[in-house]
């Protein structure tokens, strides 16, 4: 499912490559392909329509930046206001001035409530925040069960006062004790229903007024998908959250939920849960996220990086120069540490969507072979950088390069008479599209 909509997107990619301008025209087909990403990745519809709006408003002010497509650039946008709507970065759990800090778990029965409050306190335990789990779901003693066994296997206390138990009471109660304790966090778990029911709302609410939370962690099966939004509108609306949990995201889900929670609510995801084991949780990272909604791989922080690396005026000097054969070997170098600078080619090659298939092997070769280049040139003269000919024409000054570089003098030959032939075929291309660099020279 991942590798058709990546194809997909490929496709409308194309149609956007070799214009050099985004439009309102030449937008549509992708805008409606990200359109059907996000949907498939779960996304709830309103939220959808209000982010196509948002990021064809912003693709149709977009400055065309120098080095960069067009289509990657709409990627680019499409991703940055992914991040807009999850939040830029991970935001940790809070923590109370006073200990303890103590957090509300709440969601629907099966969405893995339980699991994530051990998940939670394991988690907390290793960086070492002492723990307590209260466990309040009195309507379902083996929920209780649950807990204890969970409690017992990764050796954090559990509080509990078995099923006869007020759940209002029990939180109070646990929340005393872990102060008396001077315990870190206490993480209280509710009893979940399968619907969303009054009697659920109600109870939850007034152990949220009693126990006065630092967090309510709203739990989000995001396997749900679309119900995500009423889901987290109802709890907000009612309880009020200050995060969530999304869990099973190990699963096939893209995790469009998360989109919508945070969009919905305001608040933030701060953990997902990737498994069953209490091991199976990890802090929640947008950019990762809009990645994996997206089914894009890399190609974004290739942009990012061409972006902070290639410098307009400088980009326009030197396509004037390819131009016009003024091209030498000076400009050359630079460009090879310009790719350099943008990592090893190999990890550049593999951010390219389409680009996947090429072997390591060709790739490591890649890299060689730009060593090597860069290593010769370093051995010429600055006169000789400028005028390749001058090489072209000694054979003493090849040897010279050479042996300065730890090569022979038929590879520097090579270079220089590549080096030449790209010049020339550059010159006759006309419009060279830089900064790239032909294929399959200099081998
Ligand atoms: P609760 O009713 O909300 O407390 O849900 P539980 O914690 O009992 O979890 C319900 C089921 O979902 C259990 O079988 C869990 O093992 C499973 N589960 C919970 N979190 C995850 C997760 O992140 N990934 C997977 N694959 N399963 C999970």
Partial sequence: MFDALSDRLESAWKKLRGQDKISQSNIQDALREVRRALLEADVNLQV????INDVETKAQGAEVISGVKP???????VYDELLAVMGEENVPLAQAYNAPTVVLMAGLQGTGKTTATAKLALHLRKINRTCMMVATDVYRPAAIDQLITLGKQIDVPVFDMGSDGNPVEI??????RAKA??????IVDTAGRLFIDADMMAELASIKETVKPDEVLLVVDAMTGQEAASLTRTFHEQIGITGAILTKMDGDSRGGAALSVRRISGQPIKFIGVGEKVEALQPFYPDRMASRILGMGDVLTLVEK???EIDLADAEKMQEKILSAKFDFTDF?????LLKNMGSLGGIMKMLPGMG??????LKQGEVQLKRCEAMINSMTPKERRDPDLLASSPSRRRRVAGGSGYKEPDVSKLVSDFQRMRSMMQQMGQGNFPGMPGGMFG
């Fill in 48 to 51: 959808v329509k209000d982010f």
């Fill in 71 to 77: 289509d990657q650039q709409f990627i680019k946008i």
């Fill in 171 to 176: 939180a109070r109660q646990g929340v005393e």
């Fill in 181 to 186: 304790e001077g315990i870190d966090t206490v």
């Fill in 306 to 308: 061409a972006q902070e």
């Fill in 333 to 337: 170098l630079k460009q090879l540490r």
């Fill in 357 to 362: 298939k090429i072997s390591d092997d060709q």
